[in-house]
């Protein structure tokens, strides 16, 4: 990261994992966050420390601070190489922005059509909603008047059919 994250302490990496809070069991250490805080990476510290040489690359402002962490390690001179690679080649930038851009339109587009699908999946479940309450009002309804009908009184028809005094009333009006 570019900016610092956790203010309360100078350390510059650390290691998250998942863990289960009322336990504290490790969920899983197939799965962790690796932090690294650019902005705490010390100038004066010289340590042949791995993830501290990868900071110190990823931090890097000039070609010649590049160069000279190419020469410290295999690896950030493969990466150096790449980045050389990735930044001389237009035709290799211009696809690599091309492939970044598809991915975010597909993201964006796959947002947006899962919200266009929850909206008429609510739509629909209104519908059927409206439609089988407005049955089974009707259906009431009939009940409450075939009750009355057969001469019951509004007690034996609130318990028949499990509605309230003033349901029962407000359908016999």
Not at 1 to 15: G, K, N
Not at 20 to 42: F, H, M, R
Not at 98 to 104: G, I, P, S, V
Request: a neutral charge; hydrophobic letters at 30%.
């Amino acid at each position: 990261m570019d900016f610092i994250h956790f203010p309360e302490d100078t350390e510059c990496y650390r290691t998250i994992g998942l863990l289960n809070k009322k336990t504290n069991a490790v969920y899983s250490d197939k799965l962790e966050l690796q932090i690294l805080e650019l902005k705490k990476l010390p100038g004066e510290v010289r340590t042949g420390d791995d993830i501290i040489n990868w900071m110190r690359f990823f931090n890097g402002k000039s070609k010649e601070e590049f160069e000279r962490m190419a020469k410290t390690s295999e690896y950030l001179g493969e990466a150096y190489e790449a980045l050389q690679k990735l930044s001389a080649d237009d035709q290799k930038r211009l696809e690599y922005e091309a492939r970044e851009k598809a991915l975010k339109d597909y993201n964006t587009q796959i947002g947006s059509a899962e919200r266009r699908g929850e909206k008429r999946g609510e739509k629909r479940g209104e519908k059927r909603g409206e439609k089988r309450g407005i049955k089974k009002g009707i259906h009431l309804t009939k009940r409450v008047l075939s009750l009355q009908a057969q001469g019951k009184s509004e007690q034996e028809i609130i318990a028949e059919c499990g509605i309230t005094a003033e349901e029962v009333r407000e359908i016999l009006a």
